[in-house]
């Protein structure tokens, strides 16, 4: 069969717009896709795959650097080398473009000529280039020190706070004190935090139900850990009108970072100290707990409770993971928050065993993205 026989009906089912299929029909054909494409490696194309895996990342550094991805995304028309190098070294720039096509970043479309497709899009957008950074500077400088961390912890789960992080780094401090001294990282921390995921977790949480038994004096919604507001945002926009409060508490130089939005409060608060806001409806801590091992999110949850009324709920807005046949970027989510953090990604019986030692009620699952298995894990007062 030819490739084209083969690759062509998926093209025209997707017709170049992969926004249009559902989440989960995407992520799965991605998945097969990529395993096809494995399962046809020879010992020697595994090793070339991998070989060009750190590169990949550092050439993505360098676009974002000589502003390829914003030049390419902004032209109407194929860009040439010389258009691109902007007075620097020619025969070099063209061999950074053409690595860049070669791994389909970029489209090459004539000699020295290049042009955007969905991945130059995807680069050119500031949000998914801080995340870039971050992980070229951040994540790739922890990951080099994970392995002689992991030989130095005789590779055990419990290292007492301490991460693969503070080693690559050579810090004593956890990673948001240390952020806190290097304003550039923590603001690509901050827009990777802002870029949208799989899923929506409005879409299991009724607001207009809840709105009409909550006054305009009470809180609706206290986001914890909310940085720089962008749920909050998304909530308030989504009900412009409902009655109640929407607070967003983070640390002083999150909150100082944070853009004002219309009917969204911000707040300067430690979670490691008693919630200020009290009788909200909800408070939601979004993808704030895997940043801590039990003990510490212990500490966070037990926070809340005396703030809560009877019929307060917390909403943590995290994975809860299948105990079996878990999406790659959950599995590596959960490494990432070991080697940054010594925490973790949790599953549903993770999560009941946290909550029930926080003293809180376990109440459900809601999950919102069946792949990922982004979910709203609500929990309430004991009775
Ligand atoms: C992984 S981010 C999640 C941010 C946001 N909830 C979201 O999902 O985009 C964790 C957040 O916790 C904040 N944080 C860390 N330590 C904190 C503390 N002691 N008190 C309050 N916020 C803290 C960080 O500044 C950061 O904004």
């Not at 037990?302 to 959950?330: C, F, R, Y």
């Amino acid at each position: 069969m030819a490739m084209d026989d083969i690759i062509n009906p998926i093209r025209t089912a997707m017709n170049g717009n992969a926004q249009a299929m559902s989440e989960v029909s995407r992520l799965k054909l991605q998945d097969s896709l990529r395993a096809a494409a494995e399962s046809l490696e020879t010992p020697h194309d595994t090793m070339l795959r991998l070989f060009n895996s750190n590169l990949e990342i550092s050439a993505v550094r360098i676009g974002c650097d000589l502003g390829f991805f914003k030049a390419l995304d902004a032209s109407s028309t194929p860009l040439s080398v010389k258009e691109l190098a902007k007075g620097r070294d020619e025969l070099l720039i063209g061999r950074l473009l053409r690595y860049l096509a070669s791994i389909r970043l970029i489209t090459e479309t004539s000699r020295d000529h290049f042009t955007a497709n969905n991945c130059t899009k995807a680069l050119a957008n500031p949000a998914i280039q801080g995340a870039m950074y971050y992980t070229f500077h951040i994540g790739g400088a922890t990951y080099q020190a994970l392995p002689d961390f992991l030989k130095e912890w005789n590779y055990s789960g419990d290292t007492f706070g301490r991460c693969a992080f503070q080693k690559s780094v050579n810090t004593e401090l956890p990673f948001f004190p240390w952020v806190k001294g290097h304003p550039e990282k923590l603001a690509w921390f901050q827009q990777l935090m802002s870029v949208p995921r799989e899923g929506d977790w409005l879409d299991v949480v009724q607001f207009d139900e809840h709105a009409k038994s909550v006054g305009s004096d009470r809180a609706l919604l206290v986001d914890v850990g909310g940085s720089i507001g962008h749920q909050s945002a998304r909530l308030r926009a989504r009900y412009p009108d409902a009655p109640g409060r929407i607070i967003v508490q983070d640390l002083e130089e999150t909150i100082q970072a944070a853009r004002p939005v219309d009917g969204v409060e911000f707040m300067v608060h430690d979670f490691f100290t008693p919630q200020p806001i009290k009788n909200a409806k909800f408070y939601y801590l979004r993808t704030v707990l895997h940043d801590w091992d039990d003990e510490k999110c212990i500490q966070i949850l037990k926070n809340l409770i005396p703030a809560m009324a009877p019929d307060s709920q917390i909403l943590i807005d995290e994975m809860a993971l299948p105990t079996s046949g878990v999406h790659w970027w959950s599995a590596c989510l959960d490494l990432h928050m070991y080697a940054m953090l010594g925490a973790l990604e949790r599953n549903e019986e993770q999560w009941r065993d946290l909550l029930e030692k926080a003293g809180l009620k376990f109440v459900e699952i809601r999950p919102y993205q069946p792949v990922m298995r982004h979910s709203i894990i609500v929990a309430e007062l004991k009775k």
